[in-house]
């Protein structure tokens, strides 16, 4: 074998075992980040953490009660009003639009998925914050809501175009209207990757933080109603994180924990849903 | 007339109507917020100009503001992040694409999918009281004693600053550039390999100098839209980046970026002066990710043209 090849068979080795160590890296990363949460805040994660309020400073114990509850009401109300925006917006892009109109909301919606979580938190500010004065659950909501909006409408789209033409042109056939067919057959058809889509936007939008800090503020206490400041998980992970007290450290490790286990079995479980999905579907 | 009649009697023409007002409900909300950025950024827009984007002093006192330091943080810690996730990326793409069984390189998909799910939060955290002790003792002390003469390395070795915000930045967009990447690499045709092959050349030749560059524009898209993740990502650059405005060359300096100041002074700005010089940082921050968004989206298109018309 000459110099040459044996030169370029080495290379070869080294590029493709050099791939793999990448891989190795990038991967190994999400198991670093659960291996640390786990050892640092696994151990805080208790009965307590779930059903107490936070504690003053130098009282240990105490937990995040309110900081998830908060999560949950957010959550709640953003996709209150950015679930049906994104799904009827989708169902038009797929069913009614064609044409230019229909390129431009898709245009406007990509575009919108793409601006940074912190100017969604700016424009929350400025449209609900300034005229009611103070932060709230409403605004907070909001901005999430805005977060979701393209995200929900651009899935709804993709797995409604996915439905078989052939159960669409069956429903005409059979002379039902163009929204029954819609809302009969394709709707239903289509659920599972639609619910996956919607329950994989909920996923994203339950960690931002950056669009709450001003919006939704921070409280040490139960918010009820909407309209006063509110606490959620990821705002008292970030404001806990960088206080000066060790057991704040440990709870925010705790709640990051718990975060993250949220986020990874909703976006695992969509996963497992669409996959049954697709093979009784093709079963059948 | 009858026909329309009967039109909407079946509930056709009102289905239309209302998923036509959400779809452009989009559109709407689209533009309230290009309003609201441009009118509530007026007063700094008119006292300076475009010199807010070259002057240096950030001062509420006085009401001076100038962009400089954070532009330069946002601009260094994501060229920093690029530098480091591009190979990273490429490379696993590369391997999960080419090398790796389908069943394999499905899973560890999977692991990468979840890995872009991680709240900015976390790795901030992760970031703070993990990376940024261990890249002191371990990458900034050796660095300074080897290379401490270079500006680049000078400077007490703090841990946070432009370097940790830098590499959290590089984890946190890796995911984006691999997974784009591989699916631009595997909707490369197959004879496309199989012709490398047969003329002799090794696997790796094949991959660098026939699939890759078959996927070239489709892989700068994969990383334009890293780069603007980078460029807007707020919380885990705030925890690290140390917040401290002023443009230094030494990669250990604390520095600032532009959605950290927003994240850290919007709730308490001083005046309004103070407030709307945030909001044109945001409409700064909006005007640069839209642009290299799009940029993106326009190279992974013609990628994906590509493969599908052989």
């Not at chain 1, 659960?34 to 307590?48: A, K, Q, R």
């Not at chain 1, 038009?92 to 793409?114: C, M, P, Q």
């Not at chain 1, 709450?212 to 921070?218: E, P, V, Y």
Request: proline share 5%; glycine share 10%; charged share 10%.
């Amino acid at each position: 074998m000459s110099f040459r090849n044996v030169w370029r068979k080495s290379v070869n080795i080294v590029m493709l075992s050099l791939t793999g160590l990448a891989t190795l890296l990038t991967v190994s990363v999400l198991f670093v980040i659960l291996g640390y949460l786990l050892w640092y805040g696994g151990s805080s994660v208790n009965w307590n953490f779930f059903t107490k309020l936070p504690t003053p400073v130098g009282e240990s114990g105490g937990g995040m009660a309110n900081a998830i509850v908060g999560s949950g009401k957010l959550l709640l109300l953003a996709a209150l009003i950015g679930v049906p925006t994104g799904l009827l917006g989708g169902i038009y892009l797929a069913e009614f639009g064609g044409g230019t109109f229909s390129n431009f909301v898709r245009y406007t919606a990509d575009l919108l998925n793409g601006v940074p979580s912190i100017v969604m938190g700016i424009f929350a500010y400025t449209v609900v914050v300034l005229p009611m004065h103070h932060g709230s659950a409403l605004a907070g909501s909001f901005a999430l809501a805005v977060m979701l909006v393209p995200i929900v409408l651009r899935s709804t789209e993709q797995f409604m175009r996915a439905v078989p033409v052939s159960l669409r042109e069956g429903a005409l056939a059979l002379g039902a209207s163009k929204w029954k067919t819609v809302a009969t057959v394709i709707l239903p058809a289509g659920f599972r990757g639609i619910a996956t889509g919607i329950l994989l936007s909920l996923a994203r939008v339950a960690g931002e933080t950056a669009p709450l800090i001003f919006t939704a503020g921070g409280n040490n206490f139960w918010a009820p109603g909407w309209n006063q400041p509110i606490a959620s998980l990821p705002v008292m992970i970030y404001n806990y994180a960088l206080s000066a007290y060790q057991d704040w450290h440990r709870q925010a490790w705790a709640a990051g924990l718990v975060l993250l286990g949220f986020v990874l079995i909703v976006t695992t479980g969509s996963r497992i849903i669409l996959s049954l999905g697709f093979k009784s579907s093709r079963a059948g | 007339m009858r026909a329309f009649i009967d039109r909407v009697r079946s509930g056709d023409e009102i289905a239309y109507l209302i998923t036509w007002a959400f779809a452009a409900s989009v559109f709407l909300i689209t533009c309230l917020l290009v309003y609201e950025l441009w009118a509530t950024s007026s007063l700094p827009r008119h006292k300076f100009g475009w010199s807010f984007l070259v002057t240096s002093v950030w001062d509420p006192v006085f009401e001076q503001f100038g962009a400089l330091p954070f532009i330069y943080g946002t601009l260094v810690t994501s060229a920093l992040a690029l530098l480091i996730a591009v190979p990273l990326g490429v490379g696993a793409a590369i391997f999960l694409a080419e090398l790796a069984p389908p069943r394999i390189s499905d899973g560890l998909s999977f692991v990468i999918e979840l890995l872009a799910a991680v709240p900015s939060v976390i790795y901030g955290v992760v970031g703070i009281f993990v990376m940024v002790p261990l890249l002191r003792r371990y990458v900034e002390v050796p660095l300074k004693a080897a290379f401490g003469y270079l500006p680049l390395f000078k400077g007490p070795a703090v841990g946070v600053g432009f370097l940790a915000a830098g590499v959290v930045l590089a984890v946190m967009v890796v995911p984006f550039i691999l997974s784009i990447s591989r699916e631009v690499l595997l909707s490369v045709p197959v004879d496309q390999r199989e012709a490398a092959l047969a003329l002799g050349a090794t696997k790796w030749e094949s991959t660098w100098k026939v699939v890759v560059p078959y996927a070239r524009s489709g892989i700068m898209g994969s990383i334009f839209l890293a780069l603007a993740r980078a460029l807007g990502e707020t919380m885990a650059v705030t925890m690290v980046i140390g917040n401290n405005p002023q443009i230094a060359a030494s990669l250990f300096a604390p520095g600032y970026s532009i959605a950290a100041v927003i994240a850290n002074e919007l709730a308490e700005a001083s005046s309004e002066m103070h407030y709307e010089a945030l909001i044109e940082l945001g409409l700064v921050l909006f005007a640069v990710t839209i642009v290299i968004n799009a940029l993106a989206r326009i190279l992974i298109l013609t990628t994906a043209g590509r493969g599908t018309a052989h």
